[in-house]
């Protein structure tokens, strides 16, 4: 079982910043990656980011993030995290952390590879 905790949402202007973070316990694996999503109202479930968890620096963005948004993980705190720059109120939905198996060696982009899920926590970017 993988347990995940995100912290870090918020209300934060267009053009500004934010950073999420996870927390995540349990057992974990090497051919493991975490990632972030985001859902906003009315709309399908979107692959934010993802990296791989341990053995390696696989990483992947999704094309409305790329530019903008960073995915970095602390092993040692057992915390990932999402920087979030420029942002956009088309950024406004709530925001997953998820955990699950790579496909391959590669950061799966696709929600059905994800096993564990956190909560969420709200973004809303204001104009």
């Known amino acids: 079982q993988v347990q995940l905790v995100e912290s870090g949402g918020g209300l934060v202007q267009a053009g500004g910043s934010a950073r999420l973070s996870c927390a995540v316990s349990?057992?974990?694996?090497?051919?493991?990656?975490t990632g972030w999503f985001r859902q906003a109202p009315g709309k399908e479930r979107e692959f934010v980011a993802g990296?791989?968890?341990?053995?390696?620096?696989?990483?992947a963005y999704g094309d409305s993030v790329k530019g903008r948004f960073t995915i970095s993980k602390d092993n040692a705190k057992n915390t990932m995290y999402l920087q979030m720059n420029s942002l956009k109120p088309e950024d406004t939905a709530v925001y997953f952390c998820a955990a699950g198996s790579l496909f391959g060696s590669t950061v799966a982009t696709i929600e059905s590879r994800y096993r564990y899920w956190g909560q969420g926590t709200q973004v809303t970017v204001s104009t």
């Open positions: 990296i791989r968890w341990r053995g390696g620096d696989s990483i």
């Open positions: 349990g057992r974990t694996f090497s051919s493991y990656a």
